[in-house]
C-alpha cells in the first residue's frame, strides 16, 4: 500500500506539496587522454536532495505555515517522511515564502538534503484531526492491524483517533 502522506519531524503536512524534486547527485570529473579523447571518471554519490513547493489553503493557513517554520528553525537531522518512499534521515536546509501571503493562502518552497535512512530510531506517525485508525494508517504506509498491534493501549476508538496521538510505525 503507498502511503500519500508527507512530513518531517513533528510537522506533518495537511496536503501534500504541489511539486516535488527529488535529485540525485555523483561527483564527476572529465580527463583527458592522450590521442583517445575524454574519459569521465565517477568520484563517488554528492547526496540527494528533495525541493518542493505547497499551498496551504483555509483558515488555517497562517497557523500551517508558523509550525513549519518553527519546524525549519530546529536544528539537527530527522526523518523524512515523503509520498510513496521509505523514511529516509534528512536536514531541512532551506524555507521560502512565495509572494504576498493572504490570509487564507501561503504559498512557500522549501529544500531537504537526505543524509541516510533511519538507524535504530522509532518511527512514529502524529494524527491529523479527524483521521481514523484506517486512514492514519493509509498515510503512514502500514495496515491497521499491524498499526494497532504496535499501539497497544493508545488507541481507545478507531473509528476516530485524537489529534497529535503519535503513534509507533510496525
Known sequence: MM?????????????????LCMEQEKYTQVLQQPESGEVL????ER????TGSGVFLGKEAAEQWQALCACYEKEGA???????RKPVTAVFTALTLDGTPREDRIAYRFAFHVTGVPEGQPQTYRVQAGECLWSAAQKAGVSAEALLAANPGKIRWVNELPEGLELSLP
Request: aromatic share 16%; charged share 10%; proline share 9%.
Open 3 to 19: 502511503q500519500l502522506f508527507m512530513g518531517y519531524k513533528t510537522f506533518s503536512w495537511p496536503r501534500l506539496p504541489d511539486t
Open 41 to 44: 571518471q565517477e568520484l563517488g
Open 47 to 50: 547526496g540527494q536532495n528533495v
Open 78 to 84: 530527522g526523518a523524512l517522511y515523503l509520498p510513496g
